[in-house]
């Protein structure tokens, strides 16, 4: 190796050390916010609904008699994600939004992550990942389980294969729009931050009544949620 090559070599291992060192100081942050977020009280609550979700269905799966059972297996995850996605993610998502308001009025993890060095941006970028992360978990896991109490109850394994990367895309999709919408409706109103996001997700559907043409939150993840089950159906 030529004594030209190796100060190349050099930077490159320092920005690749550098770069990794930002990846763990972002995802200990996030982290951070994650363990701040389950003292809240509508996120126990949704964990303790997604629990009583996936009991309820699962074992009505597990009593599904052989007679349609596929179908009725399908019909019951279709059923929790529905439940899961608009009771489950609006707990966790109106519970977020109250402590991001906290978080974003000086509270004590925003003013050590700010000693640490982490600038405003990092904060909210970390503060809308540990939300989504959250609501994907409360949605995605019961169901993923689910899908493995029905293969285990004689589903066919290309419908697992198939329905399983859907849960998980629509789990993640939802759990950051529901996130999004989270810090927008803390930064934006950060006394009464549950009332502007009810008001973002509601509104939108009372407009839809009266013209389809407007577009709503659960309107287009209800679409995504029936193309995706619909093409794991398939299989």
Not at 45 to 54: D, K, L, N, W
Not at 62 to 67: E, P, Q
Not at 94 to 121: N, P
Not at 195 to 201: D, E, G
Request: glycine residues 8%; positive net charge; contains cysteine.
């Amino acid at each position: 190796m030529t004594s030209n090559a190796q100060p190349e070599l050099l930077a490159k291992r320092s920005a690749l050390s550098e770069l990794w060192l930002g990846v763990r100081r972002e995802r200990a942050l996030i982290a951070l916010f994650a363990l701040g977020r389950q003292k809240s009280r509508d996120l126990r609550a949704a964990r303790m609904y997604a629990f009583g979700v996936f009991a309820t269905y699962a074992l009505g799966i597990a009593l599904a008699g052989s007679a349609a059972r596929q179908s009725l297996i399908h019909s019951y995850v279709r059923a929790a994600l529905v439940l899961l996605s608009w009771v489950v993610g609006a707990l966790a998502s109106l519970g977020s939004a109250g402590v991001q308001a906290e978080f974003a009025e000086q509270g004590g993890l925003t003013a050590l992550a700010r000693q640490r060095g982490f600038s405003d941006s990092a904060l909210v970028r970390a503060r809308t990942l540990a939300t989504a992360q959250r609501i994907a978990l409360l949605i995605g896991l019961p169901a993923l389980l689910l899908v493995a109490v029905g293969l285990a109850r004689g589903a066919t394994l290309a419908w697992g294969l198939a329905i399983a990367p859907a849960v998980l895309l629509y789990a993640c999709a939802l759990g950051f729009a529901l996130a999004a919408l989270a810090q927008l409706s803390a930064a934006l109103a950060p006394r009464h931050p549950r009332a502007l996001l009810l008001a973002l997700v509601l509104g939108p559907v009372l407009f839809s009544q009266a013209s389809s043409a407007v577009p709503s939150l659960p309107g287009l993840f209800a679409a995504l949620l029936s193309r995706l089950l619909s093409a794991g159906a398939a299989s």
